[in-house]
T-cell receptor, first 113, second 115 residues
């Protein structure tokens, strides 16, 4: 039973480019969460999605960031026009429903040069 | 609002000695609390969880934590540290909101284990 999968594991982008981070939840899980970990900090909640719906995006920056979880395929976190401050580890977690614990993927480490 | 405070950013112990990582929580109602561990450049692994059942919770790798409502604490302990325990540990509180749940992380405690 594969765990939460994220790809790519490492992503390098130049300032102004777009970054697309993918997350495939565990089998049977339909709830996906995205968190960001800045250097030397804990994880901060960004967004919570169910299939085709954004449930809570209170942690998402107002501009340049978007997330989706389509009916088919992985969840995507998209960052447009990246800046150096976007350099961080982005973790995805999934759960079976809203009351079960979250299982984390290995993260995508984004470096903006 | 719910939050957790990890009282030590760094803890150093000798191999074979006890480990104590401290966490205090703030919550307006009975919280769900977790400890996660993160090894360098790896993802997060759930060590243990408290969800209003037994106050002493046993986790993986010999770790345990005790929920103390009177002290609003959820400290993580292990009787004897091993070199492989060196990692970053996060105390986490779960907030139920909008039909779902999101996790609020503490700032982390870096555990160093010396020979």
């Amino acid at each position: 039973n594969a765990g939460v999968m994220q790809n790519p594991r490492h992503l390098v982008r130049r300032r102004g480019q777009e970054a697309r981070l993918r997350c495939s939840p565990m089998k049977g899980h339909s709830h996906v969460y995205w968190y960001r970990q800045l250097p030397e900090e804990g994880l901060k909640f960004m967004v919570y999605l169910q299939k085709e719906n954004i449930i809570d995006e209170s942690g998402m920056p107002k501009e340049r960031f978007s997330a989706e979880f389509p009916k088919e395929g992985p969840s995507i976190l998209r960052i447009q026009q990246v800046v150096r401050g976007d350099s961080a580890a982005y973790f995805c977690a999934s759960s079976r429903d809203s009351f079960y614990e979250q299982y984390f993927g290995p993260g995508t480490r984004l470096t903006v040069t | 609002a719910q939050s957790v405070t990890q009282l030590d950013s760094h803890v150093s112990v000798s191999e074979g000695t006890p480990v104590l990582l401290r966490c205090n929580y703030s919550s307006s109602y009975s919280p769900s609390l977790f400890w996660y561990v993160q090894h360098p450049n790896k993802g997060l692994q759930l060590l243990l969880k408290y969800t209003s059942a037994a106050t002493l919770v046993k986790g993986i790798n010999g770790f345990e934590a005790e929920f103390k409502k009177s002290e609003t604490s959820f400290h993580l302990t292990k009787p004897s540290a091993h070199m492989s325990d060196a990692a970053e540990y996060f105390c986490v509180v779960r907030l139920f909101t909008g039909g779902g749940n999101k996790l609020t992380f503490g700032t982390g405690t870096q555990l160093k284990v010396e020979l």
